[in-house]
């Protein structure tokens, strides 16, 4: 059987990601790889390296062939202290705009795609289709573009920069096929940019569980952390888009009837400062604890010894966190705005925006240990179900269809 190779693009890729488009990516390329399909993924890369690139070849997945391009694109609009610190230091810091960043980087892949040959072009977000297209002009190839939020989402006042929504309008009317995180996503693009319904195929996300359960933590640990209370847990950025202000005023109202309880936020962002103001207004000093960003061993022990994990997002195109608690057996809230919420059915939802309902769902949960536990298996259950290899699969049946393989 004849397989499709596949130039990839993307900008983030642990363990150099802010967010879940890194871990996406990672996940998929990774499922890829196991059913045989050969990947070229060009990655902007945060941190320098001593070339202008470099091509990585990972011995564990010998099907995907990594190309970093000496760059830094930050996706979200800011650095943080450290990063600013560290490129200052190397006088490799640049004012330049994101669209800028996007731009330039289009011209060096457009570049690098004569060199690695393929049957279609697989590219991920906004600051990827100008170089999708651009490689598409080189080697004539059809192009997918992997949709994992918009302009819609990560801006929700309604004050969205002109010059991205142009770029996600002309790249999604221009490509071949898109696809979708959710038909949430998919919603939100035919709605907003008028995107033929019929050429969007929705591929929702999916979790390795299996990296998550090779972490030993040692029970007696997770037991006695914070004296056995009770703790309800947010892992996303500080951002109006994954709403951190929701998730503090559903801890004030759990605190009124379960005082004893402890919540953890674990992220950052620009909402940060606003987000600790707002928890000491609601006398949560000492209840509410900070733990800026988590990977791997601090993240899992989060997971792992939650007694419930919120997700209040207003705009989630799908929300792959929600996954990673739930197939730890913690229970779930995610919001109704969510693209998890299609595939994670047993979940309790609400609108993000009814702080009542939902923390009425939580106290139900943490005053009831039988109800807790079934909650949290039977959306373990659900959650070993919602695979990266049946995101591939998908994928491929696109690139067949594409490439007339």
């Known amino acids: ?25 990672e996940g998929l390329t990774s499922a890829l790889s196991k059913a045989l399909i050969n990947q070229t993924f060009v990655l902007p890369h945060q941190l320098p390296f001593d070339a202008d690139f470099a091509q990585v070849f990972n011995p564990l997945h010998p099907h ?10 930050f996706p979200y609009g800011a650095l943080t202290q450290e990063d600013y610190l560290y490129l200052k230091k190397r006088r490799l810091y640049s004012k330049s705009s994101m669209v800028d960043q996007a731009l330039a980087y289009a011209e060096t892949v457009g570049y690098l795609s004569n060199f690695y040959p393929h049957d279609v072009i697989h590219a991920h977000d906004w600051m990827t289709y100008p170089a999708a297209f651009a490689a598409a002009k080189n080697t004539h190839k059809p192009v997918i573009l992997h949709v994992h939020s918009t302009e819609f989402d990560r801006t929700l006042n309604g004050n969205t920069n002109a010059t991205i929504s142009q770029i996600e309008y002309e790249g999604l009317a221009k490509a071949d096929h898109v696809i979708t995180v959710s038909q949430y996503t998919k919603n939100i693009i035919c709605d907003k940019y008028a995107v033929d319904a019929s050429k969007v195929h929705v591929v929702h996300n999916g979790v390795d569980l ?24 947010f892992v996303g950025r500080f951002t109006s888009q994954k709403g951190p202000d929701y998730f503090v005023t559903i801890a004030d109202k759990i605190t009124k009837e379960i005082p004893e309880a402890m919540f953890i936020m674990a992220g950052s962002g620009d909402m940060y400062h606003q ?10 000093t000492g209840k509410l604890l900070f733990a800026g960003f988590l990977r791997n061993f601090e993240r899992e022990f989060l997971y792992r010894r939650a ?11 799908f929300g792959i966190v929600a996954l990673e608690a739930a197939g730890e057996n913690t229970p779930v809230i995610i919001s109704k705005q969510s693209g998890v919420n299609e595939v994670l059915t047993d979940a309790l939802s609400a609108n993000f925006w009814d702080t009542d309902l ?4 939580a106290i139900s949960v943490l005053n009831n240990n039988n109800y807790q536990n079934e909650l949290g298996y039977r959306l ?14 998908k994928c491929i049946d696109v690139y067949k269809e594409m490439s007339n393989l």
């Open 1 to 25: 059987m004849n397989l499709p190779s596949v130039f990839m693009i993307g900008w983030e890729f642990p363990p150099h990601n802010s967010g879940g488009l890194g871990t996406a990516c």
């Open 64 to 73: 995907i062939n990594f190309v970093h391009v000496n760059m830094q694109i």
């Open 210 to 233: 299996s990296r998550q359960r090779n972490i030993q933590i040692n029970n007696n640990l997770l037991k006695n952390y914070l004296n056995g209370k009770k703790i309800i847990v």
């Open 275 to 284: 987000i600790v103001m707002q928890s000491a207004n609601s006398r949560l």
């Open 307 to 317: 007694d419930l994990f919120i997700m209040p997002s207003v705009s989630e195109p």
């Open 358 to 361: 939902i923390s009425s769902q």
């Open 380 to 393: 373990c259950q659900q959650a070993q179900q919602i695979t990266w290899d049946k995101a591939a699969y």
